[in-house]
């Protein structure tokens, strides 16, 4: 919990742990999830702020339109500005900066990436909910999913669902 804000990872990985290989999710695209697995615009439609770092704004822009009825934040120390309107850049130096930018009301808020800034909010304590994708596919390199933390971290496994494609979702509580 960040102020009244909840806080929710969701992310796919490859089984060695990646969320991106090259700066780019091709890889996901390759894999047949089975009907119903998960309802992705059910979960988006229960959102009301998408947070992401840099890297991941700039390969999910390459998607279309990013959306357009949900506040946005990205991250980021090297981006000053983007040209969609309904998207802030900050540059966050403490958690305390993203609860500024966040607000004071209660929202439901998917922090959708990367590794770097998901270690940095589990370090902080401030992440109620972490669903974990993971593929049947190994990549070998990219972004680790966990790249931000410095220690270990202890989770409470709260829900797990196995695929008849090979792919499990894992929920742990934050």
Request: aromatic share 8%.
């Given at each position: 919990?960040?102020?009244?804000?909840?806080?929710v990872?969701?992310?796919?990985?490859?089984?060695?742990?990646?969320?991106?290989?090259?700066?780019?999710?091709d890889?996901l695209?390759a894999l047949?999830?089975?009907?119903?697995?998960?309802?992705?615009?059910?979960?988006?439609?229960?959102?009301?702020?998408?947070?992401m770092g840099?890297?991941?704004?700039?390969?999910?822009?390459?998607?279309?339109?990013?959306?357009?009825?949900?506040?946005?934040?990205?991250?980021?120390?090297?981006?000053?500005?983007?040209?969609?309107?309904?998207?802030k850049?900050?540059?966050?130096?403490?958690v305390?900066?993203?609860?500024?930018?966040?607000?004071?009301?209660k929202?439901?808020?998917?922090?959708?990436?990367?590794g770097?800034?998901?270690?940095?909010?589990?370090?902080?304590?401030?992440?109620?909910?972490?669903?974990?994708?993971?593929?049947?596919?190994?990549?070998?390199?990219g972004?680790?999913?966990f790249?931000?933390?410095?220690?270990?971290?202890?989770?409470?496994?709260?829900?797990?669902?196995?695929?008849?494609?090979?792919?499990?979702?894992?929920?742990?509580?934050?």
């Amino acid at each position: 919990m960040l102020g009244k804000s909840e806080l929710v990872i969701m992310a796919a990985t490859s089984l060695d742990g990646f969320l991106a290989k090259d700066d780019n999710v091709d890889w996901l695209n390759a894999l047949d999830m089975p009907e119903g697995a998960f309802d992705y615009q059910a979960f988006v439609s229960t959102i009301d702020v998408v947070v992401m770092g840099r890297k991941s704004y700039e390969v999910t822009k390459g998607f279309g339109e990013l959306y357009p009825t949900k506040k946005v934040v990205v991250l980021s120390r090297s981006l000053p500005t983007v040209p969609e309107e309904h998207i802030k850049v900050i540059n966050i130096e403490s958690v305390k900066d993203l609860q500024d930018a966040l607000g004071p009301d209660k929202q439901r808020v998917w922090i959708q990436g990367g590794g770097d800034v998901f270690g940095q909010l589990l370090e902080a304590d401030v992440v109620d909910d972490i669903m974990i994708f993971i593929q049947p596919v190994a990549i070998g390199r990219g972004q680790s999913m966990f790249s931000g933390l410095k220690g270990e971290l202890y989770l409470e496994l709260t829900e797990h669902v196995l695929h008849t494609n090979g792919s499990m979702m894992l929920r742990y509580k934050g």
